[in-house]
């Protein structure tokens, strides 16, 4: 099945404990990003990739690290995470020219 | 960068009537623009989309228009159901074929009722 998964789907941590979610798609897609979606807000762009070893800024980039070693995956890290990074985060893909597919999202509580 | 906003936020109709939510744009190079539904607990999914060279596409219930002077484009729902109740969000992004920078707006939450 093609699809776009991500992990956790919830995660309560502490103030300065780093952490990654992974991303991972089985569609061989060349464009990825990582939103996050806040109440009243809608969702924003935090880091999109292009292909492998190339990633840019979104929007609201601040406290956030990419990567993208490979095709498939593209995991978001938070080095040092802050209670103002408490939100739903969404990855997403596609192949240029078609739509984009969202995971299911990832809950983070950062206390 | 781009601006995009999204009326109304909230909106209620009864089952069977239309719904129509509004975004207007703020980047005339902006020429891809597409409509997500978020239902509960899910990703947004894509439900239709246009591009700046067309003014309205339809897909059986659900229709698109796009005004490119205005910089303003309208998703419609006719006859609507109660399992059109989701969160609607419209997006900008100048190609659908080049770039990876999507703008969102902040999304409408239609329920209808039965």
């Known amino acids: 099945e093609a699809q776009v998964t991500q992990n956790p789907r919830y995660l309560i941590t502490v103030t300065g404990k780093k952490l990654t979610v992974t991303c991972s798609q089985n569609m061989n897609h060349e464009y990825m990003s990582w939103y996050r979606q806040d109440p009243g807000l809608g969702l924003r762009q935090i880091y999109y990739s292009m292909n492998v070893e190339v990633t840019d800024k979104g929007d609201v980039p601040e406290g956030y690290k990419v990567s993208r070693k490979e095709k498939r995956n593209f995991p978001l890290i938070l080095e040092s995470p802050s209670p103002n990074q408490t939100s739903l985060y969404f990855c997403?893909?596609?192949?240029?020219?078609?739509?984009?597919?969202f995971g299911p999202g990832t809950r983070l509580t950062v206390l | 960068g781009e601006n995009v906003e999204q009326h109304p936020s909230t909106l209620s109709v009864q089952e069977g009537d239309s719904a129509v939510i509004k975004c207007t744009y703020s980047?005339?190079?902006?020429?891809?623009f597409p409509w997500y539904k978020q239902e509960l607990g899910k990703g947004p999914q894509l439900i239709i989309d246009i591009r700046s060279n067309v003014g309205e596409k339809k897909d059986q219930r659900i229709a698109v228009t796009l005004n490119k002077t205005a910089k303003h484009f309208s998703l419609h729902i006719t006859e609507t159901q109660p399992e059109d109740s989701a969160v609607y969000f419209c997006?900008?992004?100048?190609?659908?074929?080049?770039?990876?920078?999507?703008?969102f707006g902040t999304g409408t939450s239609l329920t209808v009722i039965p």
């Open positions: 997403a893909s596609r192949t240029p020219g078609t739509e984009q597919f």
């Open positions: 997006a900008a992004s100048r190609g659908r074929n080049t770039g990876n920078q999507f703008y």
């Open positions: 980047d005339s190079a902006s020429n891809y």
